[in-house]
């Protein structure tokens, strides 16, 4: 062989080594990779702490205890709720709201102290957890110190008084124990993202939960999203809020799914039924083309105002968890859903959970299991999207599939034993929650119970 034939033999092998891999990522992903979660949350679950009414102490301490528990239960993100000092200046109840920060930069005395939740982080992390905090950016109580030091980052009436938040049409919410941001001030909105950072860069958090994302404009979302990415680029933001933009726009990696959980809801009570998800899917959901939504059955907002899972979804509380977990989203258990919690918990007031029995704990560890286990399942563009295995109006049926992984759920919405026809082959599966098999043809008719559910798994 000629010696310049050599040569080009091994200068192209040498291109073809060098040449990057190909970008194993769907076109999806490839538009989506600031705000799809970090790698790090591909396929978690996030658990919601309600410090004040977890334990009997209701102490960051007493809490901590717990960890081991959550890390079984196969949690992996933790969202504290807010552990900030409250406000007692128009203070509500005895003990006043989370969400009435007077110092975003302490710790709520009755919760602990720095110390304490230095101690806590430290150990979340040694679980191999991670934590967000939740922040409340809107408003901040009326014993804030920014009240008396720098009154014009607060929004105020025609006479110059500062306001609690109100509505477009300048009427007011209610929330008469806190005082409205004014996000024109960019001194305020810079003292704010200063305190933010504070937590990242000094105290190593993950993420935060936004309360009330939807009060903040949009350019500052953009300005802090930038902001600390800069200090964290892997960090996770979720934001109460249910705005495209949010995720769109690449400020948030996730956003609420208020409107499907409300469809859920109404399915419990044979208001609804399948047609109407895929309605969703159509006009709300596909709104999102990037990030993800966050599914839940319960939260602290819910439980306290609307209504226990019980209350909302009677016996079917199981069910729509299974829905909820293996959606195109990121599933959320709220503090003692696996005891079960069946009353509402006072929110201004303590209230003690009462752990004993953890009789749902298995079940749900046995959902977080399955979606740690099945790529099929993961969040975002980790995971395979939701393709339809039949028309049924009361039994939702569909298949997740992702590099060879692959998901068959069976979910009968309905608290009347239904049958449908499925539109493929399953193919031989697993049941995950029985030790029967899934392995239906083309064309079959399959019987289901009212709210039965069926997950079907490769072995």
């Known amino acids: 062989m000629k010696y310049w034939v050599v040569i080009s033999i091994l200068t192209f092998i040498g291109l073809a080594a060098c040449k ?28 919601e702490v309600n410090i004040r009414q977890y334990t009997p102490e209701g102490t960051i301490n007493a809490f901590s205890s717990h960890i081991p528990r959550l890390k079984e239960m196969g949690v992996d993100i933790l969202w504290l709720m807010p552990v900030f000092p409250i406000s007692e200046t128009k203070r509500k109840g005895p003990l006043g709201s989370y969400y009435a920060v007077s110092d975003f930069k302490a710790i709520n005395p009755l919760f602990g102290t720095k110390e304490d939740m230095v101690n806590l982080i430290d150990k979340i992390h040694a679980y191999g957890m991670k934590i967000i905090l939740d922040w409340v950016p809107n408003h901040t109580g009326w014993d804030h110190h920014w009240t008396k030091t720098n009154p014009d980052f607060y929004q105020k009436d025609s006479l110059g008084n500062i306001i609690d938040p ?3 049409q300048g009427v007011s919410h209610g929330w008469s124990d806190v005082a409205a941001l004014n996000y024109k001030n960019p001194e305020m909105r810079t003292a704010i993202i200063n305190d933010l950072i504070y937590w990242v860069k000094d105290h190593k958090i993950d993420g935060y939960r936004m309360d009330i994302a939807f009060g903040p404009s949009h350019d500052f979302w953009k300005q802090f999203s930038d902001t600390i990415r800069q200090v964290k680029p892997d960090i996770y933001l979720l934001a109460e809020a249910e705005d495209p933009a949010h995720n769109n726009e690449e400020w948030f990696n996730t956003s609420y799914g208020w409107s499907f959980h409300h469809i859920m809801n109404a399915i419990a009570k044979g208001e609804k039924n399948v047609n109407d998800i895929r309605i969703w899917k159509k006009n709300e959901r596909s709104k999102f083309s990037k990030g993800t939504l966050m599914h839940f059955t319960s939260n602290h907002d819910e439980n306290s105002w609307n209504g226990t899972e019980r209350e909302r979804m009677g016996i079917a509380t199981k069910t729509f968890a299974v829905l909820s977990h293996f959606m195109d989203g990121i599933p959320l258990i709220y503090s003692g859903q696996e ?14 959970i009462g752990f004993d029995k953890y009789a749902n704990a298995e079940f749900y560890r046995r959902l977080n299991q399955l979606k740690h286990e099945n790529e099929a399942l993961w969040n975002d563009v980790y995971g395979g999207e939701i393709v339809e295995l ?24 309905s608290s009347q034993d239904r049958t449908f026809t499925i539109n493929e082959d399953t193919g031989d599966l697993r049941n995950a929650f029985s030790i029967d098999r899934l392995n239906y043809k083309k064309g079959d008719q399959i019987g289901m119970k009212g709210w039965e559910y069926m997950v079907g798994v490769l072995d």
């Open 390 to 413: 039949s028309d049924s109006p009361d039994v939702y049926a569909f298949k997740r599939e992702k590099n060879g992984n692959k998901v068959v759920v069976f979910i009968n919405l």
């Open 166 to 168: 109100v509505n477009d």
């Open 20 to 47: 990057p891999k190909k970008d194993s990522l769907n076109n999806k992903e490839k538009v989506n990779l600031k705000t799809k979660l970090p790698e790090w949350a591909k396929n978690s679950v996030i658990y």
């Open 339 to 352: 005891e079960p919690l069946e009353r509402r918990l006072a929110f201004f007031e303590k209230d003690d």
